[in-house]
């Protein structure tokens, strides 16, 4: 899952991308409202954090123009503004959520899951396919009950399957969802990291749809 | 019309008014008559005098040397009626000085006669009198002494008089009907002049009932035209109100920048405390950035309402706020799956204060139902004379009595596992109170916790 992190505040974005980080989200950077307005507009994100003080384009705007260009990306609003009259605004912007600071982490990655896991039209935070299992709050695994060890990136790009199950997902589209904007993207390295879970999963989970891409497969699928 | 204030601008307008009218009415009426009276007076002593040149005309010398009037000659039937009113007399003055009233006399004068002072002025010349007559009345008197070239050493002094109690009457009657007359113009003219008050402050009643309705919230500026007079004190008033207007905004506004400026240092501390080590360091710093979020909140809270405080004309409609709200309650609680809706909100309900002072009550109390509901959270209002009551209910554990108390306590908070700073309860209960309401916790008829909010109301135009 990928997330944009909004916030003009240095030390606040590092500690904000250290713990989505470790949450197994991937996550761009924009410390100001251009920037932030530009990638949302361009890139295909799962979740927006963002800051509404910001220089050069204020938070509200840069919401409102996403939601006027028709972007449904789901975005939490993070900020110190809390006076209810301010929420409001936020909300009517088209805001999903919103969190004033000071704020707890855990609040704020629980929101966070809360949001993608709404946009994809799932209501429990622990995701089931068939034999298998995947809890979104503490990133564990399961086939039949046991718990399996998976990667960084396996993490990743089942998560993502999980949360559209039945849904055909190009390489592309994979690749778009588990690496930054900065990073080297290299497509092949999702047929390798489908491979490996291919095999610690049972094998029919993840359908391969010719020229197309994957698919989850076994129902009941939520 | 309404009773006149005392110390009204009315009453002062009508007393100056008043009193001129009846002085001057006064005045005309003692003028009219002393000028109504003299000219009566005239008129009676011109007709003595026509009479006491008759008389003079007429009398002569009998052969006998006695003094005699021609009775032809004194054709006035009233000459010969007893006490009539109209009498004459001549008396005889002796060269010696010697007097002898009443040689000659009317016979209206029956057996009496009449005496004046020995003044007697030099032959031919007229002098009056006012002396007692017959039968208690009062008479206007003329004499005028002469000598008949038949005795050039007797005097004679002639007299008319004429009772005056028929020209007092006349005057008496005169006045009479003058005082009914102004009376009746007096009544005329301070009708007038109360028509005139009316007319002239009736910009001032206009200026009051926009007053009237500015305090009740139903405009934010004094509106209307006004005169000339009063369209300076408008325009200054309506001026500070904006002015007033524009420091509350602008004091918002830092408050919000100064939120801004503080939470983020803070947010990042806190971040850093809870992913450092634990350590009595890291525990401190927790500590410390709980306590001073905890007094940015609430001072904020504080500082946002107590600037609206006083100003007048002050109205938000509960329903749009109420609407806003529950916005809100639906994204940042999605989660939890709530019906939160309102119930029974009438659009014209509003409350006689500011808008984000009801946003802060009610979106306190919202989110803490939504917080503790487990399927559903209501938001109903109502008004009762001049109060709105508006009762938030959800169907959570509710809250034990005995602890109602201690929860509308600054940072009090029942359950420390859910994040909030727990000022939200006495965030409202400072802002209801500031508008002279209240807040009271209860349990609801289906179980749950019901916060009832009374809160001054807007008075229905109508009534």
């Given at each position: 899952m990928r997330i944009l992190l909004v916030e003009d505040d240095a030390t606040l974005r590092a500690q904000l991308r250290t713990a989505l980080v470790e949450a197994a989200?991937?996550?761009?950077?924009?410390?100001?409202?251009?920037?932030?307005?530009?990638?949302?507009?361009?890139?295909?994100?799962?979740?927006?954090?963002?800051?509404?003080?910001?220089?050069?384009?204020?938070?509200?705007?840069?919401?409102?123009?996403?939601?006027?260009a028709g972007r449904t990306l789901p975005v939490l609003i993070l900020t110190a503004r809390d006076a209810w009259n301010e929420k409001v605004a936020g909300i009517d912007a088209g805001a999903d959520d919103y969190l004033t600071k000071p704020f707890h982490m855990e609040e704020l990655l629980a929101?966070?899951?809360?949001?993608?896991?709404?946009?994809?039209?799932?209501?429990?935070?622990?995701l089931r396919c068939g034999a298998v299992t995947l809890d979104t709050r503490s990133g564990r695994v399961t086939v039949d009950g046991q718990p399996v060890t998976l990667t960084s990136h396996e993490y990743k790009v089942l998560d993502y399957l999980m949360h559209r199950p039945g849904t055909v997902v190009s390489r592309?589209?994979?690749?778009?969802?588990?690496?930054?904007?900065?990073?080297?993207?290299?497509?092949?390295?999702?047929?390798?990291?489908?491979?490996?879970?291919?095999?610690?999963?049972p094998g029919e989970l993840i359908e391969t749809v010719r020229g197309l891409g994957y698919r989850l497969v076994a129902p009941p699928c939520g | 019309m309404r009773l006149i204030a005392p110390n009204s601008l009315r009453l002062r307008l009508l007393a100056a008014t008043v009193v001129t009218l009846a002085l001057a009415l006064a005045g005309a009426q003692v003028w009219l008559a002393g000028l109504f009276r003299d000219e009566v007076l005239r008129q009676l002593d011109t007709a003595?005098?026509?009479?006491v040149d008759q008389l003079s005309a007429r009398l002569d010398l009998d052969t006998a040397g006695q003094p005699r009037i021609d009775p032809a000659g004194l054709s006035d039937p009233r000459w010969d009626q007893p006490y009539s009113g109209l009498y004459w007399q001549i008396d005889?003055?002796?060269?010696?000085?010697?007097?002898?009233?009443?040689?000659?006399?009317?016979?209206?004068?029956?057996?009496t006669q009449?005496?004046?002072?020995?003044?007697?002025?030099?032959?031919?010349a007229l002098h009056w009198h006012e002396a007692a007559g017959p039968q208690g009345q009062v008479l206007r008197v003329v004499e005028r002494a002469l000598v008949l070239p038949e005795q050039p050493h007797t005097r004679w002094r002639l007299m008319v008089a004429a009772d005056?109690?028929?020209?007092?009457?006349?005057?008496?009657?005169?006045?009479?009907?003058?005082?009914?007359?102004?009376?009746?113009?007096?009544?005329?003219?301070a009708l007038a002049a109360l028509a005139q008050v009316a007319v002239g402050l009736a910009p001032l009643k206009a200026l009051q009932r926009a007053l009237e309705t500015l305090r009740d919230g139903r405009s934010s500026r004094l509106e209307g035209r006004f005169p000339a007079e009063l369209q300076p004190l408008v325009q200054d008033f309506n001026g500070v109100l904006e002015r007033h207007d524009a420091v509350l905004a602008r004091a918002r506004t830092q408050a919000g920048n100064l939120a801004h400026a503080l939470k983020t240092p803070l947010a990042v501390l806190g971040n850093a405390a809870a992913a450092a080590p634990p350590g009595p360091l890291a525990q401190a710093v927790t500590e410390q950035v709980q306590a001073a979020n905890r007094q940015v909140h609430w001072h904020l809270a504080r500082a946002r309402a107590a600037a609206a405080l006083g100003q007048p004309g002050q109205r938000t409609r509960v329903a749009p706020v109420a609407a806003g709200l529950l916005r809100v309650m639906g994204r940042v609680h999605a989660g939890r799956g709530l019906v939160v809706e309102a119930k029974d909100l009438a659009p014209d309900l509003a409350f006689a204060g500011e808008e984000q002072d009801l946003q802060e009550m009610l979106g306190n109390l919202l989110d803490n139902a939504c917080r503790n509901a487990r399927f559903s959270v209501t938001v109903q209002a109502r008004r009762r004379d001049r109060h709105l009551l508006i009762d938030i209910d959800d169907d959570?554990?509710?809250i034990a009595p005995a602890q109602r108390e201690a929860v509308l306590q600054r940072g009090v908070r029942l359950d420390e596992s859910t994040p909030g700073s727990g000022l939200g309860l006495a965030i409202v209960v400072e802002l209801a109170q500031l508008y002279g309401g209240t807040l009271a916790l209860d349990a609801n008829p289906a179980g749950g916790l019901r916060a009832s909010l009374r809160l001054p109301a807007v008075p229905d135009p109508s009534s």
């Open positions: 989200y991937v996550v761009d950077e924009a410390d100001n409202g251009r920037d932030a307005h530009f990638l949302g507009d361009t890139e295909p994100f799962d979740a927006v954090v963002l800051d509404l003080g910001l220089p050069q384009l204020d938070g509200l705007s840069v919401l409102r123009r996403w939601r006027d929101r966070v899951r809360a949001l993608i896991r709404r946009a994809s039209g799932q209501a429990s935070p622990v592309t589209e994979l690749t778009e969802h588990i690496y930054a904007q900065d990073h080297d993207r290299d497509s092949n390295t999702i047929e390798v990291f489908v491979g490996r879970l291919r095999k610690k999963l | 003595l005098v026509r009479q005889r003055l002796g060269a010696d000085g010697s007097r002898l009233p009443g040689v000659l006399r009317a016979r209206s004068l029956w057996d009449l005496v004046l002072p020995a003044d007697t002025l030099a032959d031919g005056l109690g028929e020209t007092q009457g006349a005057t008496k009657r005169f006045s009479g009907v003058l005082a009914a007359s102004l009376a009746g113009l007096g009544l005329l003219l959570g554990p509710g």
